[in-house]
């Protein structure tokens, strides 16, 4: 389990990584007025979102699938929670470029479901498989 939760983390770093350089380099150089000085905010708030779930799912006991699919919508609540939390707060505090923000963030959040549904349907393979495993041996 522990090279699964490895993997996951990896692949999700890389992830992350990559489409925020992305997204910098395209505010810096192409869409320059707008660009705002937050930005780093948002990737760094999905990145340890992400890896506080996969932290999460990767302890938790996987034996019953009722209390799976429970921590499932748990973890969906909070991420929409917590993404209200911190827009919200940057909206009420901050107020600078708040269309750019709202639009990066947005683009943000639909990569981050992406992600998380990827990582959610690994994590089912992986119970599966070890499921199989228990069985032959």
């Not at 302890?59 to 911190?86: C, E, G, H, Q, V």
């Amino acid at each position: 389990m522990i090279n699964y939760k490895q993997n996951l983390a990896l692949f999700f770093s890389t992830i992350i990584i990559i489409v925020g350089w992305g997204i910098w380099w395209l505010l810096k150089s192409v869409l320059t007025t707008s660009w705002f000085d937050w930005y780093p905010s948002i990737p760094l708030f999905f990145y340890i979102l992400g890896m506080l779930f996969i932290y999460i799912l990767t302890k938790t006991k996987k034996d019953d699938p009722r209390k799976l699919a429970n921590l499932y919508m748990l973890l969906k609540f909070t991420k929409i929670a917590f993404s209200l939390i911190f827009a919200g707060m940057y909206l009420l505090f901050v107020k600078d470029h708040v269309r750019d923000f709202s639009v990066v963030f947005v683009a943000f959040y639909l990569l981050y479901l992406g992600l998380e549904t990827y990582i959610f349907y690994r994590t089912e393979k992986e119970i599966k498989k070890s499921v199989v495993d228990e069985k032959l041996t």
